[in-house]
């Protein structure tokens, strides 16, 4: 099983980082010692050792052959989850073949007379590396404990059996629940308590998401709460892996968007730059639509509507009017191919989607995002809640002013092609990244180029 390469590496590249400086810090003191107390310079003769560039040398070669010897020896494949005894064994052996190596490169010929000399110098380096690179790996511990001793859990466990051991007491906070999941959700206190956002629910027993209804769904959506599924030995959660730095365990979040920070910072970056730049360059479409729309149907140009956007929040959505005032005087209506409510000018922005562009200014505002699930009216969002609970997955990320659903499915005719397109929008939450958004945003311009809008 493969650890979250996405939320790991910047991790491992600090691990990589401070092991690098820490060796190199080894070097120039291991390299002023030996010309102080082995070779017997006096304190002035020793500084003149700044002009050797053997100094410089063992700096550059030091980090390189320690980054290449910890990769051969698979220090940086688990460095969360590696046992103590694992860790110290590869430490040593990663310690001992990187000396060994520059001990043949700068040491065999530095003219030392006794041979006495080459393994005091061979230890003394050894250990000094190992002091200061264990040094820096109670650092990056430091800095993982500081960054996730944020969360606040609940843990719910029923038979944790073989896990009970697993489980640091002094790294629980919150209550832990014996009782199970499904009693924990039903109580009382538990419908009637807001969460504070960042909380993590963690559950030690197999369940199924299917066995949550959509009000229990909803509630852990709404109060921004982290459900942890973790693994048992052979079992396996249909959703995207992490792992638990405190106790060293796989678990999956499927209620929980899987960006990291930087991730999420350079998504609302773009969503900005791109929806202002939208805004601008696109006022002569906007007029022709301006145009297009009070020439050919009586009423307002925008047309709002509330929609179900990010925590199940509603917010007014922006429109081109497409269809005849009044459209929806008989209730909620899903719109279709030959609409008798579509205007003809309606037809021709729905074609290219053009109605669609208003919806940069909620882009703008934050209310959406350019790629995320289309959001819905509270109308059908009940109904689809009341065949499919799991609906609420996408209440997790902000709703998008295009979609995978949008551009591989289209327009949704019906309540059963809503959920058909919904499937599109679970495929988008379990594989969300950057590089997936651009790929979306590339197929809408093509879809729009195209005119295949309907």
């Not at 609302?268 to 929806?275: E, K, P, T, V, Y």
Request: charged share 20%; proline share 3%; hydrophobic share 40%.
């Amino acid at each position: 099983m493969q650890e979250n390469q996405l939320r790991h590496n910047p991790w491992r590249l600090t691990k990589v980082a401070l092991e690098a400086i820490s060796v190199s810090v080894s070097w120039i003191t291991f390299f002023f010692y030996r010309k102080l107390a082995i070779d017997g310079l006096d304190f002035q003769e020793g500084l003149s050792a700044l002009h050797d560039k053997n100094l410089y040398l063992g700096i550059l070669a030091n980090g390189i052959l320690w980054i290449l010897v910890s990769c051969l020896t698979g220090r940086y494949q688990k460095v969360f989850v590696e046992g103590r005894l694992a860790k110290l064994v590869n430490l040593l052996a990663a310690t001992l073949l990187s000396s060994l190596v520059l001990y043949f490169i700068l040491f065999i010929d530095d003219g030392i007379s006794a041979p006495s000399d080459y393994y005091t110098i061979l230890l003394a380096y050894a250990c000094l590396q190992l002091i200061l690179v264990s040094l820096s790996n109670g650092v990056f511990k430091m800095l993982l404990t500081l960054q996730y001793s944020r969360d606040k859990y609940h843990t719910i466990v029923r038979d944790i059996g073989g896990i009970q051991e697993n489980i640091n007491s002094r790294r629980e906070r919150g209550n832990l629940y014996r009782k199970s999941t499904m009693e924990i959700f039903d109580s009382i206190e538990r419908e009637n308590t807001k969460q504070e956002p960042s909380q993590v629910w963690r559950v030690f027993e197999s369940m199924d998401l299917m066995s949550l209804n959509a009000e229990q769904i909803n509630t852990l959506v709404q109060n921004r709460i982290e459900l942890r599924l973790y693994h048992r030995s052979g079992e396996n959660y249909p959703f995207q892996q992490s792992m638990d730095y405190a106790i060293g365990r796989y678990y999956c979040a499927p209620l929980t968007p899987h960006l990291s920070g930087w991730q999420n910072a350079s998504k609302r970056a773009m969503d900005i730059s791109l929806s202002l730049l939208g805004l601008i360059a696109g006022i002569p479409i906007f007029l022709l639509c301006v145009f297009g729309i009070k020439s050919t149907s009586k009423g307002p140009i925008l047309y709002t509507q509330e929609r179900i956007g990010l925590h199940k929040k509603p917010f007014l959505i922006y429109k081109f009017r497409s269809m005849i005032v009044d459209a929806e005087k008989d209730g909620p209506q899903l719109s279709s191919e030959k609409d008798y409510r579509i205007t003809s000018w309606g037809q021709r922005m729905r074609k290219w989607r053009l109605d669609e562009l208003p919806q940069l200014w909620n882009v703008l505002k934050g209310d959406m995002s350019l790629v995320g699930p289309r959001p819905e009216r509270a109308f059908y969002v009940q109904q689809i809640q009341e065949k499919e609970a799991l609906h609420a997955r996408i209440y997790i990320t902000k709703p998008g002013l295009t979609s995978l659903g949008m551009v591989k499915f289209g327009y949704a005719r019906n309540l059963e092609e809503i959920m058909d397109r919904m499937r599109y929008d679970m495929i988008y939450l379990d594989n969300q990244s950057i590089f997936f958004d651009l790929q979306i945003l590339l197929f809408t311009i093509r879809t729009v180029i195209l005119g295949k809008g309907i």
